[in-house]
């Protein structure tokens, strides 16, 4: 496969800020009025990560990220990673993304958040180095792996060999995405998933739950963020029922 960079434009926000916009999806990359808080509530705390992260009795602990966008969740776990789990434990945070933003976009989106000023440089000078396919990255001292899949999801996720403790599901709004959040995607999404795996994602759409339901995981509806009604997230348990 070829890379395709993202199609997108910058957007003024009402913060005073700026943000992605995707061209070719019609979509927000984020929540226009605070993207950061979004990831924090929706992904972090719905997969109970700090706690987990805490109290961590394994070596390595593996994330898998629908659409990697601008790394603003891969940016912001990094940051609870190496804040709470053991020094000697290693992060493995895999990502699919098939439009990655260019360098520059990816810096700018970046500059917003100086608070991981740190780790974001020392992961764009990898991603200036991104390339089709699978991308490894090791960083913070190997605390941190990085696979980045430069691909699109239904040809990356069947190859991917590892197993989740959590799922971050962030496509663009299923009705404009509808492959990052297709049947296939679920039952792959089953196939890499044990006992106690969790997902989050902001959507609440009725597909996404009966779709995850029909492979194995249990569904919770919680308050959305910002003008968001609802959200997901959940545990796979393995039963259809
Ligand atoms: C909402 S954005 C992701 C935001 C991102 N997690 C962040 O922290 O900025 C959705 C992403 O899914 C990607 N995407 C859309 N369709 C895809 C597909 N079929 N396979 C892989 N990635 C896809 C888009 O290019 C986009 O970057």
Known sequence: MTMQFANIEWRASEN????PYSIDFND???NS???LQET???FIEHNQLKARFTALDQATFT????GFGTGLNFLAVAECWLKHAPKTAALRFISIEKFPLTLDDLRRAHTQWPQFAEISHEFLQSYANLKA???QINMARRRIYIGLHVDTILTALPKNPQTADAWLLDGF???KNAEMWSDEVFTHMARLSKPNTTFATFSSAGTVKRGLQAVGFSVNKHAGFGKKREML???FTGSTA
């Open 133 to 135: 396919g699978n991308n």
């Open 33 to 35: 009025e605070n993207g």
């Open 40 to 42: 924090e509530y929706v």
């Open 233 to 235: 997230s959940g545990v």
């Open 16 to 19: 005073g800020t700026e943000t």
């Open 173 to 175: 709004a299923p009705a």
């Open 28 to 30: 927000v990359y984020f």
């Open 63 to 66: 994330i898998i990220e629908t």
